[in-house]
């Protein structure tokens, strides 16, 4: 098969059906912006029940002024810098213990398991704090087959691209989220507020809330409630993580069965394409194509038509191989007419003027006659190797017979043998092999200079019988080179005084394939002339089944 | 009394030129256009001898199975086919219905006049006493140069005259080696070397038949052939 250069890398059909696939990644991008969206919503609602906490709280303190005017008593002359309670939060002077640990009793009832309230007065002193902002562990939720078989293994993967919520966080509350925050201060403005803070290491989101506490027209305090966002992150990171996995999965998938679809779409083509490139082989001949010839679909229908194309040029190929044959048929009877007149014209003496044209006459219908006789020899061949019997004969004593001969037929000539010693027997032919060696024989002198040698060798090379026949001389165009063997095909460029058909090297070729063999022509390593090489299977050697051409001669 | 010669043919111009040449050398000639016309004439008078085409116009085979007929009218009638078919096929069906011989058309006329020249000696003699001076015996072989027979250990070999030729030919000289050339010239035929090859398989065939033993024909490839010394 020929190796194609190409000017840019192969892009083949699986690289273009896997490009194809990116496709499925549609949908985990989908799925990741519905989950953002399900997490806003979620986070909206947690904002939503924060404020109603810090409502709550704060409605438990409306209007019990004792509680918060002790504490504005008390407040003036400490440092808010000299001690920091659990959690970040101001000092509680022991003056104001009683007030306080009212407060935080009322605080602590309302308290949640993962919030953390806490109640400001109007100076932003802390007055109580109760609650956690850090959950308990959460317990390990009943895990189905699918994370633990798919999500699972690809936890530890996955926890590198996903950031999942993490309860080791900074809890501490720091000043500037007392002082500084718009929600407190709102809330001391007398307007509940709300707000999205990140924990001071930036670990975790907390919302919180804060609410006004009332005391009639007055606001002598704040309600903060605070909650992580931990719980709503992690479930989204949990559907995150099945969300990857069942797209890595699908992707997987998808991804082999394309893969698989591309591989033998290709394949069928590629095997098509092979056969279709070797479907005419360098003889001339065609063989038919068997991939897909059966399939019902696309592939199946090219290589019908391809099946149908190489019929026709096979059909075409048989009408100009059969050509030769009727021509000669055809051409023999105007000969008879021409040569018979003539041979009457000369029987009643002619005028001597008249004998010269006669004698022309005469020697164009000679040349036509051997024109002829080469056509049916050709096809006499055609015949003879259908019908021939076969035996088994020693190709080294034919050889060397017909080239001692050929010293008589080509006295100006010298012809150089070489072959191993020992018998090369062949099944066959022998009158056909040496037929196909005087072929051989006539071509090499017809083109080489007299004063060359002409060399012919014959060596057992495996299985097969290896003849060359070498002679120095002009080299073969290879635009001709893989057709000489075809019928009527000449690479002779001078019109020489013979008639040439081009039959005398397809005439090699039927005796090759008589032989099961192979004849090829190529120019010498050295660019000094051509050497024609038949390849036969040895008497005996095991013969692959050979194919033979698509459709038979026509006679 | 001149010999009569019946030509079937179906191209005029071919017709008319064998039947001036024949004509020419003394022969009376009867020239026929197709088959049915011919058996008319043969069934009136039969010829001394007849040259047949074998396609003759609408029939593809109308010179085989005029042969056929002819045969059996007459069982040494001469009867030579001339046709621009030359596939082994064509000689061997045309040999086997009883012709004496089988020509293709780029047979020259000198040669036609040889050939029907002897086909007539052949004939004639065969009703006389055959003589001794014109024999050329080899071993087993004995070939009968006037009427053209053949010998083998005395049983008769039925060859046709080109094959009586290739056999006269390598026969001469035994042990000399004839190329293929020089037995065409000597059977006064111009053909194909594989013609030849094909020839000299039938005539081995032949010898063969009368004895199984039979290998007098040496091939010698890429030269020729060669009657072996007894």
Redesign the interface.
């Known amino acids: 098969m020929p190796s194609r250069t190409r000017l840019f890398p192969r892009f083949g059909l699986r690289a273009k059906v896997l490009v194809v696939a990116f496709v499925l990644l549609a949908i985990p991008i989908a799925g990741w912006s519905y989950l953002k969206e399900v997490e806003r919503v979620l986070r909206v609602g947690q904002e939503q029940s924060v404020i109603a906490t810090s409502r709550a709280v704060a409605t438990a303190l409306h209007d019990r002024p004792k509680l918060l005017d002790l504490r504005a008593r008390t407040d003036e002359g400490t440092d808010p810098a000299t001690a920091t309670l659990p959690g970040g939060a101001r000092p509680v002077t022991p003056d104001s213990r009683a007030a306080s640990e009212e407060i935080l009793l009322i605080v602590q009832g309302l308290g949640r398991s993962s919030g953390r309230i806490w109640v400001v007065d109007r100076k932003l002193n802390l007055l109580a704090i109760a609650g956690g902002l850090k959950r308990a562990e959460a317990a390990p939720h009943r895990e189905s087959a699918w994370d633990r078989f798919v999500t699972a293994p690809l936890r530890p993967f996955l926890e590198r691209v996903l950031a999942r919520p993490t309860e080791d966080f900074d809890d501490a509350l720091p000043e500037e989220a007392i002082a500084g925050g718009r929600d407190v201060a709102s809330a001391l403005d007398g307007v509940p507020a709300s707000r999205w803070r990140h924990t001071p290491d930036g670990r975790a989101a907390i919302v919180s809330a804060a609410h006004p506490i009332w005391h009639g027209e007055q606001v002598v305090g704040a309600v903060v409630v605070e909650e992580t966002a931990n719980a709503i992150q992690s479930l989204s990171s949990d559907a995150l993580e099945r969300l990857v996995s069942v797209t890595l999965v699908a992707f997987l998938i998808g991804g082999l069965t394309l893969l698989l679809f591309a591989s033998r779409l290709s394949g069928r083509l590629l095997r098509l394409r092979d056969e279709a490139e070797a479907a005419i082989d360098s003889q001339g001949r065609i063989r038919k194509l068997i991939t897909g010839t059966g399939a019902h679909d696309e592939i199946g229908d090219l290589s019908r038509s391809f099946s149908t194309a190489l019929e026709r040029i096979a059909q075409y190929n048989a009408h100009l191989e059969s050509l030769a044959s009727r021509l000669s ?2 051409m ?2 105007p ?3 021409v ?3 003539l ?2 014209l000369r ?2 003496p002619p005028p001597d003027e008249a004998r010269v044209y006669l004698d022309r006459a005469n020697d164009g219908l000679a040349r036509l ?1 051997t024109l ?3 056509m ?2 050709a ?3 055609e ?2 190797v259908r019908q021939a019997d076969r035996e088994r004969f020693d190709a080294r ?2 050889t060397a ?6 010293a ?1 037929v080509y006295p100006a000539r010298r012809f150089e043998f070489a072959a191993p010693e020992g018998v090369i027997e062949l099944d066959g032919a ?2 056909l ?3 196909m ?2 072929k051989l024989a006539a071509n090499a002198v017809d083109f080489s200079p007299p004063d060359a040698p002409i060399r012919v060798t014959l060596e057992r090379r495996g299985g097969d019988a290896v003849l060359t026949m070498a002679n120095s001389g002009p080299t073969l165009a290879p635009e001709i080179a893989g057709r000489l063997f075809e019928t009527m095909v000449s690479a002779r460029r001078d019109a020489g005084s013979e008639p040439h058909l081009g039959l005398g090297l397809y005439i090699v070729r039927l005796v090759a394939e008589f032989h099961r063999g192979t004849a090829h022509a190529e120019n010498l390593p050295d660019g000094s002339g051509v050497a024609v090489t038949v390849v036969l299977p040895l008497a005996g050697a095991r013969v692959p089944q050979s194919s033979s051409p698509a459709t038979a001669r026509s006679a | 009394m001149p010999k009569r010669i019946a030509i079937v043919e179906d191209d005029p111009a071919i017709r008319a030129n064998y039947a001036d040449v024949l004509k020419r050398h003394g022969y009376e000639v009867s020239a026929h256009a197709n088959r049915r016309e011919a058996m008319a004439a043969f069934a009136t008078k039969l010829p001394d001898l007849a040259i047949l085409d074998i396609g003759l116009a609408d029939e593809i085979d109308g010179g085989f199975a005029l042969c056929r007929e002819l045969r059996a009218m007459s069982a040494t009638l001469p009867i030579i086919f001339l046709t621009a078919r030359d596939s082994d096929f064509d000689t061997v069906s045309g040999l086997r219905l009883g012709a004496d011989d089988y020509l293709t058309k780029d047979m020259s006329l000198p040669h036609l006049l040889a050939r029907i020249s002897a086909l007539f000696r052949r004939a004639d003699l065969a009703r006389e006493a055959p003589q001794t001076e014109d024999l050329l015996e080899r071993g087993p072989l004995a070939l009968d140069m006037k009427r053209f027979a053949v010998t083998w250990s005395g049983q008769p070999v039925d060859l046709t005259l080109t094959e009586f030729w290739i056999v006269h030919s390598l026969a001469r000289h035994p042990g000399h080696v004839k190329s293929r050339d020089q037995l065409m010239s000597d059977a006064h035929i111009v053909v194909d070397d594989s013609t030849i090859t094909s020839h000299v398989k039938r005539i081995r065939r032949k010898f063969a038949a009368a004895d199984p033993a039979f290998d007098a024909i040496d091939t010698l490839y890429g030269m020729g052939y060669r009657w072996k010394t007894a």
């Open positions: 048929h055809e023999r009877t000969i008879a007419v040569r018979s007149s041979d009457n029987m009643q006659t002829l006789t080469r049916s020899e096809t006499r061949l015949q003879t004593a034919v017979g017909c080239v001692a001969g050929y008589t022998p009158d092999f040496a037929q060696l005087d």
